[in-house]
């Protein structure tokens, strides 16, 4: 009796037949070529054989696929993707371990979701069978590595998750995932990655065909923004607050041309993007209190948190305009900021398009003219307090301010990115263009800095890529990881260690709340210092970068010429220790 007579046909066997099979493990990298994906970060285990066996058959028939980089570790992985991201605005993926790898990816999803940067993160996920399958649990680990909601970890990061079920669903889940991560507003995805659905044969097929579903982007409701310009176009004291950034090349430009073609103010409370530029006439600075207490329209531009609500209380009367991909933060629990207008959508579309509906608006031209003086006057008095600041006598030793501009004196004239985390501070740090400056996410999971900027220039070989950041987040980066890294692929990254040894934002923030308490009394105050402070040159040159400590303010200029110069000739990482004076 034939099988077709007895029912036990299996219409997938038949198939496989006839079509050429590959690993499962394999299909995921022409995949996710195919949705444009670059690099896939990883970080493997013993759950990975099926995907290196996989990826090395797929190498070797010759298919297109993104370059697959180890990275020593799961956070400096995610946060990669993330510089990458920041630079090229191309989402990456990022291959992790089972819960255990997941679970220190975690605050770099955190990050992520924060500042919505998209990327296809997957983890590896222990054998469910206990034998008599292929792929089945050996070692103790993979009892050891069970969890009941490994998706747990990172499920609150992301917008979608999955586990994958059957291997022919690969090609269809990863576009579904591509989509979703970029999706407005953008965020990380997560699919978990079982070893025996990874062990099975899936069909090579249409894994090189094209993204199956597009991206979703939504757009400003028409009425909203309409209202919104003419708000704008009345108003006495218009401000902007704006954190990250001002959409793309184009309207990053258009934003600056607006502001001071309408006189509106711009202020950069905690940015971690730059939307304008340091010294444009319109920038007030990085405290919107004294613009906030007399506006009479804010425009809160893709920010989190737009003002520190006990310190910078709005003008009563004033109404306020949130506009971003999310500009309501849905995804977080408490965020009180008052919206009388919201409007979604992407800083890159939204902003032309509130330009372009003001241009037809009447203008009090006399108006304009007093206010774009008023704000000359102001920024520049601003500059000037930012320049005694970042000049005044070093005999005592270097603040942050000094490095900041001692870097921008540096970086003139050169296509760059400085990446800080508790680094130099934007302002005495002057920074003109798109691209140019990025903070840490107000996440705040720090170890962030330092990969990122590898992540960065990864993405764009030919820019000058610093991070800078305090000997404690540098601490974080897990620095021996970031350094090999730089030398293994190549990541000429400056990077700037701003070493007060301690976590200075930590006493700050207890003298901040206690100022007349025992710990800010106190000659030591607990749970801050870092010393004694290691010898970060030494962790620099055991990955061979360059390396120098900075004691004195003399060296400053030159140390960061030397270490410039080796970053741009010699292709090779450069670490600067700074001994900084507590804040
Ligand atoms: C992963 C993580 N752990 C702990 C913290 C809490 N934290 C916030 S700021 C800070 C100190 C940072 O020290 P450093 O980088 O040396 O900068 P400094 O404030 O000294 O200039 C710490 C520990 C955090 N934000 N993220
Ligand atoms: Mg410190």
Known sequence: MSEKETGTQNPDTDRRDEAPVINAGGAIFPRLKALGIDYVFANSGTDFPPIIEGLAEAEASGVDLPKALVIPHEHAAVSMAHGYWLVSGKAQSVMLHTNVGLSNGATGAINA????????????????????????????????????????????????????????????????????????PRGPVYLSIPREVLCEKTKAEGLEAPCSMAPAIAAHDATALSEAARMLAEAKAPLVIAQRGAGDEASFAAFSRWAED???????????????????????GANPGPWLAEADVVVVLDCLAPWWPDNHPPNPDARIIHIGPDPLFSRYPVRNFRSDLSIVGESATTIPALIAAMEALPRD??????????????????????????????????TKAHVGRALSNALKGLKSSVFSELGCPLGPLERQDRNSWF??????????????????????????????MGDGSYMFSNPTVCHQIAEALELPVLVLVLNNEEWGAVRASVTGLYPKGEASRANRMPLTALQPSPDFSLTARASRAYSRRVALAAELDEAIAEALEVVRTERRCALLDIRILPD
């Not at 576009?175 to 979703?180: E, H, K, L, N, Q």
């Not at 509106?264 to 993007?273: D, F, N, P």
């Not at 520049?380 to 000049?391: F, P």
């Open 365 to 398: 031209q006399q108006r304009l003219e007093q206010r774009r003086a008023r704000l000359t006057e102001a920024s520049a008095a601003v500059r000037r307090g930012i320049d005694d600041l970042s000049t005044h006598a070093m005999h005592e030793g270097l």
């Open 113 to 184: 979701a924060c500042e919505h940067v998209p990327m296809i993160l997957m983890s590896g996920r222990t054998p469910v069978t206990e034998g008599d399958r292929f792929g089945a649990r050996t070692v103790p680990i993979g009892w050891g590595q069970e969890m009941r909601d490994q998706t747990a970890l990172v499920r609150e990061s992301c917008k979608w998750d999955y586990e994958l079920k059957y291997p022919e669903q690969i090609g269809g889940l990863l576009d579904r995932a591509y989509a979703i991560s970029n999706s407005t």
């Open 439 to 468: 903070q840490e996410p107000h996440s705040g999971g720090l170890g962030w800095g330092f990969p990122a900027a590898l992540g960065a220039q990864l993405a764009d070989p030919d820019r000058v890529v610093v991070a800078t």
């Open 262 to 284: 309408w006189g509106i103010a711009v202020s950069s409370w905690w940015a971690t993007h730059l939307a304008i530029p340091t010294d444009h006439p319109c920038h007030v």
